[in-house]
């Protein structure tokens, strides 16, 4: 399929994991892609995975200055830009008794106050058609122990769908959000451990974790017309996990 054949893409944390299995699918459904994370050796690594149609900038979310150079760049060489996945995101644990003014700044810095600024930023760039995805999660519907700052983050994000989807009345712009839950990114796997990642697949409807390729596949529907009547939307591909 080509259904994004001629556009242009933003994904923040797009050098691994999800946001890398994202960039793979909008560029082999025909977008350039650029891929914006903090780690430079990282992104050197993707774009050598992804081909000619993948451009890097090396940037954090929570520095406005960091995303100024990120679009300066996109308007340089594309003029204008039509999809954002606002993906970046942070977590760790912190059990209540436990929790520091420290790790709630850290959490909400990137996941809300980058979410927030990701896509306010973009707007000058964007227009009718135009597709706006957020990264939530499962824990942001259903809580996860020990994880407050990053659960509470995440119910702020599918907040922010809602609130924007009124802000952009008459733009054309559709702004919705994408929920994984256990997803096996590198990531993930060597925090969780075999141990863990087997609680998360037993208490899963579907008996596994998600793919990276599975949530990126979910992300290429919400960047397409296939989408176009959805705006305010959340979209779970957690296998069961935060629905029953």
Do not use: C
Not at 26 to 44: K, M, P, S, T, W
Not at 89 to 111: C, P, Q, R, V, Y
Not at 139 to 152: E, F, L, N
Not at 209 to 236: H, K, R, V, W, Y
Request: no cysteine.
């Amino acid at each position: 399929m080509n259904r994004l054949n001629g556009k242009t893409a933003v994904i923040t944390g797009g050098a691994t994991g999800i946001g890398l299995a994202a960039a793979r699918r909008f560029i082999d459904e025909g977008a350039v892609v650029f891929i914006y994370a903090r780690r430079q050796e990282a992104l050197d690594a993707a774009i050598a995975k992804l081909g000619p149609n993948a451009r890097a900038v090396q940037g954090s979310v929570s520095d406005e200055a960091d995303l100024d150079r990120l679009y300066a760049a996109v308007k340089a060489e594309r003029g204008t830009l039509d999809i954002v996945f606002a993906n970046a995101g942070a977590g760790s644990m912190a059990k209540l008794g436990a929790i520091t003014a420290k790790h709630i700044d850290e959490t909400f810095d990137t996941n809300v106050k980058g979410t927030i600024f990701t896509v306010q930023k973009a707007l000058p760039l964007m227009g009718p058609g135009g597709s706006i995805i957020l990264t939530g999660s499962s824990a942001g519907t259903t809580g996860a122990p020990g994880m407050t700052a990053y659960s509470a983050s995440k119910a702020a994000v599918r907040n922010l769908a809602r609130t924007w989807a009124e802000d952009l009345k008459g733009t054309g712009i559709r702004v919705n959000v994408l929920s994984p839950g256990a997803t096996a990114t590198e990531l993930a796997k060597a925090a969780l451990g075999a141990e863990g990642q087997k609680v998360y697949a037993a208490i899963t409807p579907l008996q596994r974790m998600a793919e990276p390729s599975e949530i990126g596949a979910a992300a290429a529907f919400l960047a397409s017309s296939d989408s176009s009547f959805m705006t305010a939307s959340e979209i779970a591909v957690d296998g069961g996990l935060a629905q029953l």
